[in-house]
């Protein structure tokens, strides 16, 4: 892709966010792949940017093998979190802020020291996170139908919408995450379960892998930061008067949103 097409598929996701979504960029432009995916995603950024929103953290997306299967895709991939996006304990969603909009549960990393690769270890991560917190992503599309590729979502900022951050702070040496599970439940009911081992093997995982994408892009993550590892289940449908609710073990407790019902 030339720089030009690039723009227009930035543009195109620009655009639906007004309330349309779009064919999948892979069938628009044929010739999409990784690279040019990720210069969509930048680009899209840079208009963010220059409307005032900022960067507050990040995302990892695709990480599980249950959400690698329910969208079609065979790895992981990254997006930006901004300011706008991240929401407090019980924040109610705005249902025109959304396509199709889902929810995933996930265990937020809040960095205390920069995190920057390539070669960032294991042992680098775990000391660059001050504590984690329970949190809920609102995943969404702009494009139709979740008809989605890896370099579809990639373009469109991995699939991001909004991240629902618990306030208990628990930290790494209090908590295995690997084995921390987690009840997901949608209107009161039991939509889905897992545990943070579904995330490439441990959460942390993610994050070094994620420190180690970005790094030779120039991209440091941190200190303060947020950055959200993957879904240790599948997603799951949140409709307008809905409420999702993930409660973790570890002593991580609860986090709840609710989407506004519609006037």
Known sequence: MDDRTRAAAA???????????VPPLTETYPGMGVEDAY?????????????????????????????QRQLGVDQPD??????TMILGDGAALDPRAFLQPKAEPEIAFVLGRDLRGPGVTVV??????????????????????????LADTIADNASSGAVVLGTRPVRLADLDLRLTGCV?????????????GAVLGSPINA????????????????AGQVVIPGSL??????????????????????????????A
């Open 11 to 21: 543009q195109a996701l620009l655009d639906a966010y007004a309330g349309t979504p």
């Open 39 to 67: 210069a969509v995603q930048h680009l899209q950024l840079e208009h963010w940017r220059a409307a005032g929103r900022v960067v507050k953290g990040h995302k990892v997306g695709l990480t599980a093998r249950v959400m």
């Open 78 to 83: 990254y997006g930006q979190l901004l300011d």
């Open 233 to 262: 289940t599948a997603a799951q449908p949140i409709r307008p008067g809905g409420v999702v609710a993930a409660t973790f073990g570890g002593g991580l407790g609860t986090v709840t949103t609710r989407m506004e019902a519609l």
């Open 207 to 222: 994050l070094v892998w994620l420190a180690n994408t970005v790094g030779p892009r120039g991209v440091t993550l941190e």
């Open 124 to 149: 680098d991560a775990v000391r660059a996170v001050d504590h984690v917190l329970p949190a809920l992503e609102i995943i969404d599309s702009r494009i139709a139908d979740w008809r989605i590729g």
């Open 184 to 196: 997901l439940t949608v209107d009161g009911e039991v939509a889905a379960t897992g545990a943070g």
